[in-house]
Nanobody
């Protein structure tokens, strides 16, 4: 599957951004888990959100809990990541990926080829 993330940009600390993840034509997220990851230079990749589409369960690391929200629009076949109260350390390349279980995707050593190219988020002071 080809996934495309969009919506990144430059934002001041404390601001908000909404990222979107959409699959290739005809692709839907039903029965899947969708995660957002970020990668910053010199830092390890971090899973910042995961949504189990069928049951709606969401998972967030402590670093973003209460600030980021992952959601799914069935009609639009799009997964969103709403990011509020952005901090300098939120800077990075954000991409989405799909798999079957959030508990798998949230593991530190998780890897996948089912991911998009990503969109850059830069938070300035």
């Amino acid at each position: 599957v080809q996934l495309q993330a969009s919506g990144g940009g430059l934002v001041e600390a404390g601001g908000s951004l909404s990222l979107s993840c959409i699959g290739s034509s005809g692709f839907t997220f039903e029965a899947l888990a969708v995660s957002w990851f970020r990668q910053a230079p010199g830092k390890e990749r971090e899973a910042v959100a995961c949504l189990s589409v069928d049951d709606g369960h969401t998972y967030y690391p402590d670093s973003v809990k209460g600030r980021f929200t992952i959601s799914h629009d069935i009609a639009e076949k799009t997964v969103y990541l709403q990011m509020n109260s952005l901090k300098l350390e939120d800077t990075g390349n954000y991409y989405c990926a799909v798999d079957y279980f959030c508990r798998t995707m949230m593991k530190p050593n998780y890897t996948t080829d089912n991911r998009g190219k990503g969109t850059q988020v830069t938070v300035s002071s």
